[in-house]
């Protein structure tokens, strides 16, 4: 089992940047493909991005971020990061990050982290 959390989120103007952390806990980190979803007020939560366990890490993104945001993993760290970059009022959300295996664009994620908060004010 691993335990998730996220840190990094906050509010910036449309057309800044963030990088959103998430640090897992347990020996396993490795094992796990690794994913961010979001969800937005009102809506459903979305996939965002995903990055294999293996070196050459495979990623995929949601066609809405591909361009702008860049997911990477630390295994020594335990850590996958989200840089976001030319942030967009529409990519307000609550940010979550998952452990789970891997399955390129339909990634689902077996663990959860608690979730941080991004707000792009235009």
């Known amino acids: 089992q691993v335990q998730l959390v996220e840190s990094g989120g906050g509010l910036v103007q449309a057309g800044g940047s963030l990088r959103l952390s998430c640090a897992a806990s347990?020996?396993?980190?490795?094992?796990?493909?690794m994913g961010w979803f979001r969800r937005a007020p009102g809506k459903e939560r979305e996939f965002v991005a995903t990055?294999?366990?293996?070196?050459?890490?495979?990623?995929y993104y949601a066609d809405s971020v591909k361009g702008r945001f860049t997911i990477s993993r630390d295994n020594t760290k335990n850590t996958v990061y989200l840089q976001m970059n030319s942030l967009k009022p529409e990519d307000t959300a609550d940010y979550y990050c998952?452990?789970?295996?891997?399955?390129?664009?339909?990634?689902?994620?077996?663990?959860w982290g608690q979730g941080t908060q991004v707000t792009v004010s235009s």
């Open positions: 998952a452990a789970g295996p891997w399955a390129g664009r339909d990634f689902k994620g077996d663990y």
């Open positions: 347990g020996p396993t980190f490795s094992r796990y493909a």
């Open positions: 990055i294999s366990s293996w070196h050459g890490y495979s990623t």
